[in-house]
């Protein structure tokens, strides 16, 4: 976007605001589709919590894509744009009893995360559902090649592989039909191995699944951890490469032992959305203390993930794309925080007060993680559409937002009439 567009926008829609671009989302949800073109059953069930947004979920919906949810209002929200049954993969874990009871009624795939939750599933639905799929944990380290890319031994998450087999037995024998199975293994990976190394170890557990348990698994979900290029000298995953890795291992290890038929299904969350959303700021107090520091507008309410994981999102300052960054800058927000800064000795043009900062790739688990601290409200999304007009997906908050749960006090009434 170009600094006269931001400016047009910010007549209507003062920032800070993060604005998600149509096309490239649409773009993309092509390229997979094509990617698993291979496989009959392939199916995407899009990681609600990465952007919890109806507008844009509804753009994913077009292409056939389905919702991932973790929890009842994921579930909600999802049912509320019409996608319900098996279009919904519900990957919770440590879920609260009225969850799984809302999961099941609206038709929902349910994925469990422990061993413990089939027999909490059937108590307290009465009868376990006739699809179901379990989520793997085989523990140790995630390598791929000699890297280590992640530490499944440290996650909470998932069965380890006793207890797996032994899910599945148990699951047969209670009547379940339809059978799946789940892993997340890494995260943000930016490497096209990722997929077909976790493939390869799903493929060679469902070979045995079949050999020990006589179970023949119907889907086999990769899950979300294909990553994105936050870093400008980062090479992007190529999901072209990657669809043909997985086939690849598919081919040698499902169909020989005649499990050709299992559906691909994959829950994708930064990889559909993160590049396709930007944090749009203004510069409105620079500070010459210790260090130079520039103040936006947002802060990590709007986006937490410098501040939780000092990840890097690349910063463009609008109308100095050709000036040479030659300041070097601590990018920061306004909460009593110190680690609310968007950017720390960060090289940028000269920033004057005033300029625009498009903070990249906040598409995906941006603005979903926000929350409240120092009384601070959540941001407006845009929508930028392929004509180049702009829709309002979600207003800001206001003040009476903020203290709408405050209607158990007396004064509710009176503060919510101020504003
Ligand atoms: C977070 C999450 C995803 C999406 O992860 P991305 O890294 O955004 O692709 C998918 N499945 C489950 C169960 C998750 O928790």
Known sequence: MTKEQIEE?????????????????????????????????????????????????????EYGVGCDCSSKTELMLSKAIDVTGSDIMFSSNDTPAEEFVYANKIGATINLDDFTHIEFLEKTLGKLPETLSLRFNPGGVFTI?????????DAKYGLTTEQLFEGYRILKEKGVKRFGLHAFLASNTVTNEYYPTLAKTLFDVAVQIKEKVGVSLSFINLSGGIGIPYRPEQEPNDIKVIGEGVRKVFEEVLVPAGLGDVAIYTELGRFMMGPYGHLITKAIHEKHTHKEYIGCDACAVNLMRPAMYGAYHHITVLGKEQEPCDHKYDVTGSLCENNDKFAIDRMLPKIEIGDYLAIHDTGAHGFAMGYNYNGKLKSAELLLKEDGSVQLIRRAEKPSDYFATFDCFDFYEKISREF
């Open 9 to 61: 926008i910010v007549k209507t829609y003062p920032t800070p605001f993060h604005i998600y671009d149509e096309k490239g989302i649409r773009k993309n949800v092509e390229a997979l589709k094509e990617a698993f073109a291979w496989n009959k059953g392939y199916k995407e069930f899009f990681a609600v919590k990465a952007t919890p947004n109806p507008f844009l979920i509804q753009i994913l919906k």
């Open 145 to 153: 090649s000699t890297d280590i890319m992640d530490n499944p031994g």
